[in-house]
């Protein structure tokens, strides 16, 4: 793949979000089952990336950048939509699943359970980042960056 500067950058964003949404479902598909998958976070990354060039017709450098600012903010969402979905459940209609994920910080804090979501976001980042980078050097796109 070749670093394109006739993307269009519009359409790649929306095919980046669309990915990314795709992944994110994934992501907590797996989380339901309680796990952390790296699948979940390669698929994220792939769909984010692979959405910009469907859609946009090619990647360019700004649209690298794009995609990658797509991907964190979605890993940061999909791990809060886990913990969100963990809560509510175990709150047994106590809350809505809106209210969980408003208040997940808070919730957290009262439980003393922040800790284990900002270990669990941290890890997310290193699967979907090192997957990403992994794909990104092997469909060749960090061959054209230098």
Request: aromatic share 12%; with cysteine; charged share 15%.
């Amino acid at each position: 793949m070749f670093i394109d500067d006739d993307d269009n950058k519009i359409s790649g964003t929306i095919g980046a979000l669309i990915g990314a949404a795709l992944g994110i479902g994934l992501w907590c598909l797996i989380g339901a089952f309680g796990r952390i998958a790296f699948v979940g976070g390669v698929f994220l990354c792939l769909g984010a990336f692979g959405g910009y060039v469907l859609l946009g017709k090619g990647i360019s450098k700004p649209g690298l950048i794009i995609s990658a600012v797509i991907v964190l903010i979605s890993v940061y969402l999909a791990t809060r939509l886990n913990y969100s979905i963990a809560l509510y459940r175990a709150m047994e209609g106590e809350a809505t699943f809106g209210g969980c994920f408003v208040n997940i910080m808070n919730l957290l804090g009262v439980l003393g359970m922040k800790s284990e979501f900002f270990k669990e976001l941290g890890i997310g980042y290193l699967i979907t980042l090192g997957g990403g980078a992994y794909l990104m050097y092997k469909f060749g796109i960090l061959e054209d960056l230098q």
